[in-house]
């Protein structure tokens, strides 16, 4: 059954929560939190990392709920900010890794802490990682948010603040990279 | 342009009317947007897999984030609904195969920072280089070469590179000066870098190279393997590991960076010094187990009245496998200097367990915790119990609930709840017998420490307030001193700003008073008593979030004197790590992250000697961890256990070794706690798993730790 709190809206649950409810912020948390996750491991490939990133979208959300103007829904406006985020969390990683620490722990997907295990699905799945991985973080938001999330281009647009052409383009390029880096998958799929 | 769209729209399913007959119909006539649509269309089918793993033709195990849908809806909107698309793929899969294994004439160059000129024109944005042109980089300038589709090369500001070829089997450039970061996911040797002084061969890694004005060459692997061949001699090179190469020489012995500088120094000699015996004593010498592979690069290098003792001691490190005879060795037979070779390349990246060393004892479940619980604390009372506070239940779920676990009866029982939640706290055993917790956080995010402070009596079970601290602190340290007193150091305070102040807690007057301020700020440190009532801090971190600003230095409180002194610093920065005081008086500083967190766990492990003032190297655990801050105990007979991010490992000072103890725990625990019983049986507590998908759900389950001896006594 579903409780009097399913029904608030996300924007209730914000003025709530700038009212200083008691948990109010915790029910927002709960309802985004394995979207905004799954977002943040797309970005990052390996769950460890996708659990600091999404650790902190919502610290920054929690930082500018204030922020938000109640003019569109909250969804769209804490989403644009989960992403800006994220590919602020890639550009921070790409800064370590141009310093030359441990590219290595960059590159190995999640799937690849279980060694023991050595099915096809998962060296398909790390080489997944690994070419996703590989792409400029603006190219690998749209695919993710259009292959993966499952957004269409219009929306896509709207989130990450940019035109629809835009978005084409990055999705075009990142599809054929990302297809040129895993072609040898081909027998595999 | 058009096509472009249209192509997308089709893959995508929206193209609809005219324009897919129009589509078709270009399709047949232009090869190269047959090609470009069969990879749209496999990237978006190969996305569209990635996160079905349950699809049932593909038997993929779960690993996704939690909140994964099944999706079918998206996978059958990726599945080519028309004939024509069908027909398509099928047309195409031949062409886009060829077209996909045809070697590029050029190869992308992308501009990163300043001004990169490819054939003396400055790239803009991006551009092409040509087989035979050269790329040249400023002290401003950055650049990315797209190697066609094996990975990419970044390089270096002050760097001069050509390319020159792009073959099926031969992609080659020749790094000239500077220095580059090569990431190649492709199988070995397909790709190459001409230097003045070797020739770098991939094996499918990321690596760094550079060379300097002399020519000679620095090669620092950091996934995979590298070789640096020269004169029909090469060095294999694994993850962690650098070579030399100087021109006029054969290329450099390989060795793990984290080698003592000592072993780094005799090898140099050796290799372009015409270093001898005295050098190959210190080699043999400083030799540890992970550097079997420099000593089996040693066995052709050296002569032959010096071979002898690289293969006695290589073969005490790793014995050499069947069919491998020491006299075949001694003559350079090459199967058999191969064969063992294919052997020590994985001894000495630690990943066959059957050579790997192994520590005594054994592990054992001892039932559940009332709660499951990480971040916790579990201190030893005096009666021998263990009471269990605080941590959190599952991401954001914090506790105040506390249990006491009995190991005679080997049972948890509810204790009274401390006064309110309490995660990132301490809880240190004082004279009387009472228990001090102080500080952490009843937070979500973490965004208020608590700077209060409560007792726990054991007699009564009970919590009872004390003062509170002087400031709000979670993820600081308390240390008991030798005059009973608790310092209490840094942490994060408000507002996510981590602290450099100290306060000491008086336990007969229930009052913290302001100590004197460390050096730095740091918390998710080290606190350690040392042998002369002194207190070693090392490492943490200045910031919690980013920039973390996680550190590498160490300072020493002394309580005579209210002060904090700095001493040397650790070889890299850790925070998140934990540090022992061993038997001989000297601290081991184990694991640890830097500011990349989980990409940045560490398996070294380095000791200070409070004598010097310095940190040496203490090898490597078999499995690299962090938040292990409460996971590391010194055990009865001085070896020292490491419980959480792993296997249980044990370090044996006897041998210098890390060894992971048979058996596990069924997961990897992170912010685990391991306390020594009287008996001398380790007690590991909860935890929770990095396989989990990010709600962080912890651990109830106990497990006992016992030596090879006590387990030998039971038996009886």
Known sequence: MASLQDDKTNEELVQEALAERPGAFRELYDRLYSRTYRLAYGMTGRHELAEDLTQEIFIRTYQKLSKFDMRSSFATWFYRLAINHSLNYRKREMKDIHKGSEIDDQLPSGAEQNIESNVLGQQIQSQINRALISLKPTHRMVVILKDVEGLNIAEIAERMSCSQGTVASRLFRARDLLARKLEHLRSAL | ?716
Request: glycine share 10%; hydrophobic share 40%.
């Open chain 2, 1 to 716: 342009m058009r096509y472009q769209r249209m192509i997308l729209q089709s893959v995508d399913e929206t193209l609809a009317g005219p324009r897919v007959e129009e589509l078709k119909a270009h399709l047949r006539s232009c090869e190269k947007c047959r090609a470009r649509y069969e990879r749209q269309a496999f990237s978006a089918k190969l996305l569209a897999n990635y996160i079905l793993p349950d699809e049932p033709t593909r038997g993929k195990p779960e690993w996704r984030p939690a909140g994964v849908t099944n999706n079918e809806r998206r996978f059958r909107r990726l599945v080519p609904a028309t004939a024509i698309a069908a027909a398509c793929l099928l047309i195409v899969g031949f062409v886009g195969w060829r077209y996909l294994r045809t070697p590029k004439a050029s190869w992308e160059v992308v501009r990163l920072t300043g001004n990169p000129t490819v054939h003396q024109q400055v790239i803009t944005r991006s551009g092409k280089i040509a087989p035979g042109e050269w790329l040249e980089t400023d002290g401003e300038s950055r650049a990315m070469i797209q190697v066609g589709n094996l990975g990419q090369v970044e390089v270096d500001p002050n760097t001069r590179i050509r390319f020159i070829k792009a073959d099926h089997d031969n992609n080659r450039l020749r790094l000239e000066r500077g220095k580059i970061y090569a990431t190649i996911l492709a199988p070995p040797r397909l790709f190459f870098v001409e230097t003045p002084s070797a020739l770098a061969v991939d094996f499918g890694c990321s690596y760094t190279l550079m060379v300097n004005d002399a020519g000679e060459t620095y090669l620092r692997v950091t996934s995979g393997w590298v070789a640096l061949n020269l004169n029909g001699h090469e060095s294999l090179v694994p993850a962690g590991a650098e070579c030399v190469s100087k021109p006029g020489f054969d290329p450099g012995t390989p060795y793990f960076e984290d080698a003592s500088a000592k072993f780094k120094n005799a090898l140099r000699s050796f290799d372009f010094e015409n270093g001898g015996p005295a050098e190959i004593d210190t080699i043999l010498s400083d030799a540890r187990a992970k550097d079997v592979l420099t000593l089996w690069h040693l066995l052709d290098r050296v002569r032959s009245d010096q071979r002898p003792r690289i293969y006695d001691r290589l073969a005490a490190l790793s014995p050499p496998p069947v069919g491998v005879t020491r006299e075949g060795i001694l003559n350079l037979n090459r199967e058999m200097l191969d064969a063992w070779r294919d052997k020590l390349e994985y001894v000495s990246i630690g990943i066959d367990p059957t050579n790997a060393p192994t520590a005594t004892g054994n592990l054992k479940p001892v039932g559940n915790m009332i709660d499951s619980r990480f971040g916790h604390t579990a201190t030893l009372l005096a009666d021998g119990r263990v009471l269990i506070t605080g941590g959190h239940e599952k991401n954001q779920n914090m506790l105040a609930s506390a249990e006491i676990y009995d190991p005679a009866t080997q049972q948890f029982t509810a204790t009274d709840s401390m006064s309110t939640k309490r995660v990132g706290h301490t809880a240190t055993l004082l004279p009387n017998g009472k228990v001090l917790i102080a500080g952490g956080s009843d937070q979500e995010f973490f965004v208020g420490a608590l700077a209060s402070a409560e007792l726990y009596d054991p007699a009564t079970g009970k919590f009872i307030a004390t003062g509170s601290m002087n400031s709000k602190r979670l993820a600081h340290r308390a240390t008991l001193l030798k005059n009973g007193r608790v310092l209490i150091s840094g942490g994060q305070g408000e507002d996510w700003a981590n602290l450099n102040s100290s306060e000491i807690y008086d336990p007969d007057k229930g009052t913290f008073t302001p100590a004197a301020a460390m050096k730095e700020r740091r918390a998710d440190h080290t606190a350690t008593l040392l042998r002369d009532g002194r207190v070693l801090l090392t490492g943490g971190s200045g910031a919690r979030y980013h920039p973390v600003n996680v550190s590498a230095t160490a300072e020493i409180y002394d309580p005579a004197k209210n002060n904090f002194t700095s001493v040397g610093n650790m070889s890299v920065v850790r925070f998140k790590h934990s540090a022992e005081l061993m038997a001989d008086g000297r601290v081991i500083v184990i694991g640890g992250s830097n500011a990349q967190m989980w990409g940045g766990q560490y398996a070294s492990a380095e000791f200070f000697d409070p004598a010097t003032g310095t940190f040496t190297s203490a090898g490597q655990l078999n499995t690299a961890r962090y938040k292990i801050r409460d996971a590391v105990v010194l055990l009865r007979e001085g070896k020292v256990l490491v419980a959480g991010g792993g296997r249980v490992e044990i370090f044996d000072p006897a041998t210098g070794l890390f060894g992971a103890v048979k058996g596990g725990m069924g997961t990897t625990r992170y912010y685990a706690t391991a306390t020594l019983l009287p008996n001398g049986e380790v007690l590991i507590l909860g935890g929770y798993s990095s396989e989990s998908t990010g709600n962080m759900p912890s651990n109830a389950s106990a497990w006992i730790y016992q030596s090879e001896m006590m387990s030998k006594g039971n038996e009886k």
